[in-house]
């Protein structure tokens, strides 16, 4: 079992991830269960979140201390491989660490410890917003089961939507995670944009955004897909282009994807 | 005040705002409004919605009574003006008549009558999902300001949302939704389809859709960006590439799309 976790990062996600971890019923003194320390290179901001799970702060990765039972790297996936040198350097060696990266493959841990892995919660998080931790699929990886297991048992705890997700397939979800996500949140915007032109409120297409979402929850959105392009309805598409002469570039991204969605209606 | 209300199309559209029409307290006997005729090219159509809502069937347009107070027309944008004309041939000229359609202008209804206008529900519907109607964004136009008031009344019981939106606005909503609906639902079908190829579900990223939609319910779009191609994080760009080179449509759409952002980025 997983009693002594250090964090080390100080981003949204760490952040998301320390508290969801403190507050688990029986993570605490009574149970022997700890968050140890939390690094952020900024010691203030290490020392906001040490504050909110009791633990220790630190801004240098030389005095992360070995020996505990988790190590969770939750910083930028070009910051990943240096911390995981330093800690290397701390005198971690058989500890079990773990990032928190969609992109980065967890073989990069490979060179510095013999125990390694991953714990990606897929969800965007923002400090603004209480994050749910109970639906974020958190997608977990290590390479033995005996570590596979102890990351599931602190995992299950957190989250009633926990999957094995190896590399390969987590390179998949990160990917598909930027179609779905920051994508999608352009095309919100390009939507606005349009609106504000005719001084037209977005919130009378926030109701349509969200259902537009909430579809796709039970349903596969290839059985969801309506409008001009899947009906092949020339006409509507024309008016649109029309529209939208004065605008090249949004023109051509509404000719781009019109175009994906009829062939790919041709080739299914 | 509106009393008598036809509805000429057996659609998604005409069917929801038929049944929301019929179910406002005060649309009965005792008030004298009435849904008064349903009508659809097929008649066991026309015949299941007039059940629903005491009315009577037709799948005759020359059938269809002058002089009620209100003829919505909800049918597909080319047969509009179509349907139009043959109201005109069946004795309408003076009575309020609306289309609820988002690409239409008005004033195709011009020709044919005095008084026209648009009845447009912003939403996306479904037969099997159910329509919270005090929810949908409605958009009412019409050539005078009687008319305007009356169609108001009978929307404000119908909707919480009402708004004045003439042609040119409408327009701007029409094309926004393309891009917030239809190509967002893409978007879904591209990440579902990534996901599968590595035997991952969608049920990973259903969250994900989920919050995205959320997040710009109560903030701007372009608040919320994320993403490498907001953060100008080229590594992680050419790792995505890389992964979907050997689906070279995807991939150039992600181009596409990433330097949509990140050209924006540079402008603002």
Not at 111 to 124: D, I, V
Not at 229 to 257: G, V
């Amino acid at each position: 079992m997983i009693r002594t976790v250090t964090i080390i990062g100080s981003g949204n996600v760490g952040y998301h991830i320390g508290r969801a971890i403190f507050r688990l019923d029986g993570f605490d003194e009574a149970a022997d269960r700890y968050i140890m320390q939390n690094f952020s290179r900024d010691f203030t901001k290490a020392q906001y979140l040490a504050d909110e799970v009791y633990s220790e702060a630190t801004d240098s990765i030389l005095d992360i201390e070995p020996n505990n039972d988790l190590y969770i790297i939750a910083v930028k996936d070009d910051a990943i491989e240096d911390v995981a040198a330093q800690l290397s350097a701390a005198g971690l060696t058989d500890e079990l660490v773990v990032h928190t990266s969609g992109a980065t493959p967890t073989t990069v841990l490979a060179k510095y410890f013999t125990r390694y892995g991953s714990f990606y919660p897929l969800q965007t998080f923002s400090r603004s917003r209480k994050a749910n931790f109970k639906t974020v699929p958190l997608c977990i990886h290590a390479n033995s089961n005996t570590d596979i297991e102890a990351l599931s048992e602190l995992a299950t705890q957190l989250s009633d939507n926990v999957n094995f997700i190896n590399d390969e397939q987590r390179a998949s979800l990160h990917v598909a995670a930027v179609f779905v996500n920051n994508f999608t949140n352009y095309l919100y915007q390009v939507g606005e944009q349009l609106l504000q032109q005719k001084d037209v409120s977005l919130d009378l297409l926030r109701p349509l955004i969200l259902e537009t979402a909430r579809k796709v929850q039970r349903h596969s959105p290839i059985n969801m897909q309506t409008g001009p392009a899947i009906r092949s309805d020339h006409q509507t598409i024309e008016r649109h282009l029309l529209y939208l002469q004065s605008q090249p570039e949004i023109a051509a991204l509404y000719e781009h994807l019109t175009k994906r969605i009829m062939d790919k209606e041709a080739v299914t």
